[in-house]
């Protein structure tokens, strides 16, 4: 590309888009990648602040920004990912089903290391719907060469830095427990809670049990309805550290592996998560009950999506747990 004073410009092609800012109004375009700029444009043009104009010269060692957009848009997209058409030298990047993001972060930071280079996602592991923007791409500046968007393509390879884990159609039992609601004393609030989040998610509740305190009920419960097809079991109430708080003894019990008791997030610090074979067993404490957003909201969509979570998943929450 060479640059040309807007008043020579008349008969040149526009290598890059030219955005319009009428404040209030409009912003977006007004020129785009490839428009031969014609007489009535000058005074259009000069009205923008576009005293000089960047036209366009093929050279074969560079890509234009659009062509660059498109090649990094390739390393971005995985599974269920559609890419936008080119705006401004730019690609954004869209959710094609609901389901759990997934960002290869290592991949797109050595990406984004790259001089001029530069790929933007939302959060690891938030949770998407169909349609929704997860990411862009573009290059700092109007041309680049070849070489290095090569060198990016190179260091990705086969893999993509992004991608769309759907959810699972899983069976979930929900056992609620406390003397308090076994015997009638106080009614079921929880419930109704856990149901509105499972909404969201590909589920079938297959099972709703009450149980006492006492472990053995709870333990009981929980794996007659492992036994009657549930994949995902949810257990509220007796979380806590009073003596007759017995739901972590229980899943302890009934679990082959116990992930962790006690998560760093607030609230949801007495969260437990343990596995029966391949189900999963957490024991929601209180604060999901009553409190907007809790470590169940984190970890939630990744057992939705049918990942399965370890201690380093539950330890990493910390950073951005105080929610």
């Known amino acids: 590309m060479k640059t040309v004073k807007t008043e020579d410009a008349v008969g040149h092609v526009l290598c890059h888009d030219l955005t319009q800012i009428i404040k209030g109004v409009s912003k977006g375009p007004r020129f785009k990648k490839g428009h031969i700029v014609q007489p009535e444009d000058i005074e259009v043009l000069l009205s923008m602040g576009k005293e000089n104009l960047f036209i366009y010269e093929y050279n074969e060692n560079t890509y234009h920004e659009n062509e660059a ?7 971005c997209s995985g599974e269920n990912i559609n890419k936008s058409g080119l705006a401004e030298g730019k690609i954004n990047l869209t959710a094609a089903c609901d389901g759990l993001l997934k960002i290869d972060i290592e991949l797109l930071n050595l990406i984004n290391d790259i001089e001029s280079i ?18 862009g791409t573009r290059i700092i500046p109007l041309v680049i060469e070849k070489s290095v968007i090569e060198k990016c393509e190179e260091i990705a390879g086969d893999k993509k830095i992004i991608n769309i884990v759907p959810y699972k159609p899983l069976k979930v039992g929900i056992v609620t427990t406390g003397n308090e609601i076994y015997y009638g004393k106080i009614k079921d609030t929880f419930t109704d809670v856990i149901r509105e989040k499972m909404e969201k998610f590909n589920f079938e509740e297959v099972g709703h049990r009450y149980s006492t ?14 036994g009657e097809g549930a994949e995902f079991i949810m257990c509220t ?21 116990v992930v962790s008791y006690g998560a760093p997030v607030l609230p949801g610090a007495m969260f437990m998560l343990a596995y029966r074979d391949n189900v ?7 604060c999901v009950m009553y409190s907007g957003k809790t ?15 370890v201690k380093r998943d539950i330890v990493s929450l910390g950073n951005g747990g105080f929610l």
């Open 69 to 75: 957009a498109e090649h990094l848009a390739n390393i």
């Open 118 to 135: 530069m790929i933007a996602t939302k959060y690891n592991n938030t949770p998407v719907k169909r349609g929704e923007p997860v990411g």
């Open 213 to 226: 305190d006492d472990m053995g009920s709870i333990s009981k419960n929980i794996m007659e309805l492992i």
């Open 237 to 257: 109430g007796g979380m806590s550290v009073d003596p007759d708080d017995n739901t972590p003894g229980a899943i302890g019990e009934v679990s082959n592996k």
């Open 280 to 286: 999963p067993i957490v024991g929601l404490p209180g």
């Open 295 to 309: 470590v169940f909201d984190l970890i939630l969509p990744r057992l939705a999506a049918g990942e399965e979570v």
